[in-house]
């Protein structure tokens, strides 16, 4: 069984600063590409970041330029450092990961985490 753990959501005023964690554990092979998804109350669940296992990275154009992901692979754990937020950043944040384990490859998701930014 793997388990996507996030944390490091909250509340925190416009122009501030939070940064997401997502800890995998569990029956782990390998992860492969990982990333951040969120969605705000009545809309779709949208990508945030993506990053893939040699590091390349993707991001939505709303967060260019203010949101970093990163991953430590020791850890298999990934990052999502937020600066700069707007009140449209307010969303549940979930992280998403391919994981290659004995039941081979397969997509998970953490349980999410609430970030609010206040005007």
């Known amino acids: 069984q793997v388990q996507l753990v996030e944390s490091g959501g909250g509340l925190v005023q416009a122009g501030g600063s939070l940064r997401l964690s997502c800890a995998a554990s569990g029956s782990i092979f390998s992860i492969n590409g990982v990333g951040w998804y969120r969605q705000a109350p009545g809309k779709q669940r949208d990508m945030v970041a993506t990053?893939?296992?040699?590091?390349?990275?993707n991001y939505a154009d709303s967060v260019k330029g203010r949101f970093t992901i990163s991953r430590d692979n020791a850890k298999n754990t990934v990052y999502l450092q937020m600066n700069s937020l707007k009140p449209e950043d307010t969303a549940v944040y979930y992280c998403?990961?391919?994981?290659?384990?004995?039941?081979?490859?397969?997509?998970?998701w953490g349980q999410g985490t609430q970030v609010t930014v206040s005007s």
């Open positions: 990053i893939t296992n040699p590091g390349s990275t």
């Open positions: 998403n990961a391919i994981i290659v384990n004995r039941k081979g490859l397969n997509n998970y």
